[in-house]
C-alpha cells in the first residue's frame, strides 16, 4: 500500500486559510533552511526543497489551490481528478524556478549568490568607487565662524599610467574566453543549474590582454589624496558632509565614490554647547552680587558687558540673546547663558574681618545668620 501523501499545508506549517503574503512569508522561510546550497550534499534536504516549492506552487494559484481544497492531491496525480489544467493539471516542473521567483531572481541565477554569500547579483560590469570616511575635529570658534580644512588621506585612486583601463599603453581588451564575454559561468550540481560571476574576468566578460605594469591591471593604486574641505557656520558633533567624487576609484566607467566627512566639535575651557545655546558659568566678588554693578564677561565674538543687580544671588542665570552658536540651516541664532556663582572670601585680613563683622552687627545677621523665612520652615527640626 502506498504512503499517504503529506499535506500542503502542514508541509508549509501554516492554517488552510492561510493569506497569500502569509503563504510566501512561510515559503520563503523554509526554502532558505532547506536549500541545497545551505545543506550540500544532504539528499534529505535537497527532497525536502522540492516538497515545499512544488507546495507552494500549488497552494499560491487560486485555481490549483481550489482543486486541492476540493480534491486533496488526487487533483494532480495522473489520471486524476481534473485539476484547472485538466487531468494531472498541476503543472511543476522546477523548484528552483519557483524559488527564483519568489526570492525576485528574475532569469539569473545570481539570486543565489546574493542570500547565500556569492557577492553580488548577477552579472559584472562597471563597479562604483568605494564610499570614504574622514572624521574631522574642529574647535568652537571654527564651528560658530565657519572655515575651511584642507585634510590628507589614502584611497585607491585612478592609475595614472593606464588612465584606470588596467591595461598597459598600447594593449587592449579581449573577449574572456572562460565565459565568452558573458560574464557568468553556468555549473550543475544534480538537480540543480547554477549562474555564477565568472572567476576569470570578475563579471566584465573581458580580460586584459597585457595588464598594466604600474597597477597589474587593477586600474587603481593607493595613493595620498588631499581634499578642500568648506565647513558652514553652525556645525555640530556628527554633522556629516559629503564631498562628491572624492572616495576611492571605481573599476573602469563605474565611477568614483564619495568622501563623507564626519565632524567632532571639541570640547572648550569656557563655554558649553547644548544644541545652539551656550553655557558659561561665571565667578563675582560678593561685593557685587550685594551692591550690583557691571562687569565684561566673554563671548565667542569677543566680550560684552553683563549687568548685575543689586542682591544677585548664587546660581542666578542671565541670557545674551543671539550669542550663542549660528543656526546651520539659517535659522535664528542661539543664545549666551552666564551662570554667576557668589565667591565668599576665605581668608580676610584683621581690618576686614572688623569691618565685616560691624556690617553683620548693622544687619542683625550676628544674633540671626539664618533666614527667618527658612526657619520658618524647619522649625519643627529644632523643637
Known sequence: MASQKEDYYEMLGVARDVSVDDLKKAYRKLA???????????????????????????????DKRAAYDRFGHAAFAQGGAAGPRGPGGGGFHDPFDVFREVFGGGGGGGIFEEFFGGGG????????????RYDLEVSLEEAASGCEKEITFRKLAECEHCHGTGAEPGSKRVRCSTCQGHGQVTTSRGFFTFRQTCPTCGGTGSRIEKPCTKCRGEGRVQQDAKVKVR???????????????????????????????????????????????????????????????????????????????????????FRLKGRGMPSLRGGTPGDELLRVHVEV??????????????????????????????LEKAKKFFQ
Do not use: M, W
Request: with cysteine; glycine share 14%; charged share 25%.
Open 32 to 62: 532558505v533552511k532547506y536549500h541545497p546550497d545551505k545543506n550540500p550534499g544532504d539528499k534529505a534536504a535537497e527532497e525536502r526543497f522540492k516538497q515545499i516549492s512544488e507546495a507552494y506552487d500549488i497552494l499560491r494559484d487560486p
Open 345 to 374: 572670601p576665605t581668608s580676610l585680613s584683621a581690618e576686614q574681618r572688623k569691618k565685616l563683622e560691624e556690617f553683620a552687627i548693622v544687619c542683625g545677621d550676628a544674633d540671626e545668620p539664618v533666614s527667618k523665612s527658612f
Open 231 to 317: 565647513i558652514p557656520a553652525g556645525v555640530d558633533t556628527g554633522t556629516r558632509l559629503r564631498s562628491s567624487g572624492n572616495g576611492e576609484a571605481g573599476t573602469p566607467d563605474g565611477g568614483p565614490g564619495d568622501l563623507y566627512i564626519v565632524l567632532h566639535v571639541a570640547a572648550h575651557e569656557v563655554f558649553e554647547r547644548q544644541n545652539d545655546d551656550l553655557f558659561c558659568e561665571i565667578p563675582i566678588k560678593f561685593t557685587l552680587a550685594t551692591l550690583g554693578g557691571t562687569i565684561e564677561v566673554p563671548t565667542l565674538t569677543g566680550k560684552a558687558s553683563l549687568k548685575i543687580p543689586v542682591g544677585t544671588q548664587s546660581g542666578t542665570t
Open 121 to 132: 547579483g548577477g552579472g559584472g560590469g562597471p563597479q562604483r568607487g568605494a564610499d570614504l
